[in-house]
């Protein structure tokens, strides 16, 4: 973490008193807590805040409540350009895609009209 001293992130720390901002859970022995990297334009560029490694972790998955963001300072709109970029969550192109072939939506069916011999069309699925 570039640009924060030991001193910088105790200050921090004190600043939220020593508690995961999210959830509260107290930093007990100095280790708990760790730096979480916020970026709000609005605040005045990248700041850091205190979180308990669960909440670290919701929050790098951005799976924080709209609740929870607001105690960040951070609307569901900002936290999802701050959410790093994570590989492999683009939709995954089918075979059938790479190929070119568009498959058939479920809903249509092949079907045949047949005239039959009363004079009346006759919808038959082809199947
Ligand atoms: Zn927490």
Redesign the pocket.
């Known amino acids: 973490m570039a640009g924060l001293t030991k001193i910088e992130w105790e200050a921090i720390k004190r600043r939220h008193g020593n508690k ?6 107290p930093d007990k022995d100095g280790k708990l807590l760790e730096k979480a990297h916020l970026m709000a334009k609005s605040k005045g560029g990248s700041q850091y805040i205190p ?6 972790t919701k929050y790098d998955k951005g799976m924080l409540s709209s609740t929870q963001l607001k105690k960040l300072g951070l609307t569901p709109e900002m936290y999802k350009k701050v959410l790093p970029k994570k590989p492999g969550t683009t939709s995954k192109k089918s075979s059938q895609d790479l190929l070119g072939l568009k498959p058939l939506p479920k809903s249509i069916k092949p079907i045949r009209i047949k005239k039959s011999s009363d004079g009346k069309f006759k919808i038959e699925d082809l199947f």
């Open positions: 995961c901002v999210l959830c509260g859970t979180l308990c490694p669960n909440c670290h």
